[in-house]
């Protein structure tokens, strides 16, 4: 009854426009007040949960993102997708997500995806003769690649709030990235040879090496980060501060397009994503203190077990929570409110963390796609001048592909999402 009313509460609390953060505090202060417990440890869990060595990777992360958007370099991955895939039907759309794809590997989030790579392609696809419903839901759809393709900021934060090897979530992500990006290229595909999308220029070896040779010093950012992680060279938060190194070096010395006065405000706008960020994480540990104190997540276990779930029944169970959750909650937030009542029940059935950390990503990820709350859908509703109901209804068909991707994570858990990690020793 107190985990249904604290839920209940929240809620409440979120829907009436209250932050989120302060929605979390809140219901954490309630509980310890009728818990009779000092106040004094909301202070304290603040700070619990935001000193994690594994979370410097965040902030970091975020700012590799923001200063590979800010210097231009998207363009040139443009231009490498557009030889390889532009001679396909709907060769835009396909560039659209390759290109995603490319930036995934140095943006660790789908905001910067949709940013950089709606800000190039929605324009020109426009023009081109691609409704605007359908060029949004390409772009919307592909940006949910930024976040399973690593490195992930939700992984990084998943995998410190739960223990989690960080570098095993971001070897686990490797193959489902690549599949879903292959699923929704030919869900593109098939969409625009119905309604007749135009062809770009025809294959060129010559004009594929000369964008490759444009594109490679972008291109070998992801490389240097999925390397040294998992060659153990160095751990993802050192990573990530690898990451901001080479972008700002690569921005200003080798494309020379990031100035100082660029970089200035890069860095002012990832410190404010950064700042929200973090502080919804501290927010929602004080949150988890709370269910944990008052062993919340009972009411969640004791079903379950009464239910003599499987393995693949229990993770359906989860996915559908937290699709549907997502509808009304920001990717944060529902990790943090639905994951710890899930995440004891692992070890009762006997669930890799890895491979529910991917599922719970995925669903994030579906989350983002889905009104109304849907914050690749914002980004790109604005971008694409394109109301959200239509938007929406573009999207269907790749969401439904998503949902096909998350059940093959879900029933082939070693093809999908284990193999990689376990052959890597992570």
């Not at 249904?4 to 202060?29: M, R």
């Not at 004891?344 to 669930?351: K, N, R, S, V």
Request: net charge neutral; aromatic share 10%; with cysteine.
């Amino acid at each position: 009854m107190t985990l249904v009313l604290a839920l209940c509460v929240l809620l409440g609390l979120i829907g009436f426009g209250l932050p989120i953060a302060f929605a979390l505090i809140s219901v954490g202060v309630g509980i310890f007040f009728l818990a009779d417990v000092d106040q004094l440890i909301v202070a304290q869990r603040l700070y619990r949960g935001v000193q994690s060595f594994p979370l410097l990777a965040v902030p970091l992360f975020i700012l590799a993102g923001q200063v590979m958007t800010r210097s231009g370099i998207s363009g040139h991955l443009v231009e490498f997708a557009k030889t390889l895939v532009g001679q396909m039907r709907g060769g835009l759309a396909a560039v659209n997500i390759v290109t995603s794809m490319f930036f995934a590997g140095m943006s660790g989030t789908s905001m910067s995806d949709t940013a950089a790579v709606g800000g190039m392609l929605i324009d020109p696809m426009v023009k081109r003769g691609y409704s605007r419903p359908f060029t949004g839901a390409v772009t919307a759809a592909s940006s949910t690649i930024g976040i399973i393709i690593p490195p992930s900021v939700p992984m990084v934060i998943l995998g410190a709030y739960l223990g989690i090897s960080t570098g095993a979530l971001f070897a686990a992500g490797l193959i489902s990235g690549v599949v879903l990006g292959i699923a929704l290229i030919i869900t593109a595909w098939i969409i625009s040879i119905r309604a007749g999308y135009p062809v770009e220029a025809p294959f060129s070896a010559n004009r594929a090496l000369k964008a490759f040779g444009r594109a490679l010093p972008a291109l070998l950012m992801p490389a240097i980060i999925l390397g040294g992680i998992l060659g153990g060279v160095f751990t993802a938060t050192e990573a990530s501060a690898v990451a901001v190194v080479y972008g700002i070096a690569v921005g200003m010395f080798y494309y020379r397009t990031l100035k100082f006065r660029v970089l200035y405000q890069t860095l002012c706008e990832a410190a404010v994503l950064s700042g929200a960020v973090m502080l919804v994480t501290a927010a929602a540990h004080v949150m988890g203190f709370a269910f944990t104190y008052e062993q919340l997540a009972e009411d969640v276990l004791r079903p379950l077990a009464e239910m003599e779930l499987s393995p693949v029944m229990f993770l359906v169970l989860l996915s559908i929570v937290m699709i549907v959750a997502g509808t009304f909650l920001d990717g944060i937030a529902m990790i943090f409110i639905i994951v710890p009542l899930f995440f004891p029940a692992i070890q009762f059935l006997g669930i890799d963390p890895v491979h529910f950390g991917m599922v719970v990503v995925l669903c994030w990820g579906i989350g983002q796609q889905t009104p109304p709350v849907g914050a690749a859908l914002f980004i790109t509703s604005v971008i694409a001048k394109v109301d959200m109901f239509s938007l929406t209804r573009a999207n269907l068909p790749f969401i439904a592909v998503m949902v096909l991707v998350l059940a093959a994570v879900i029933l082939f858990p070693n093809a999908m999402v284990l193999w990689v990690p376990r052959a890597l020793g992570l």
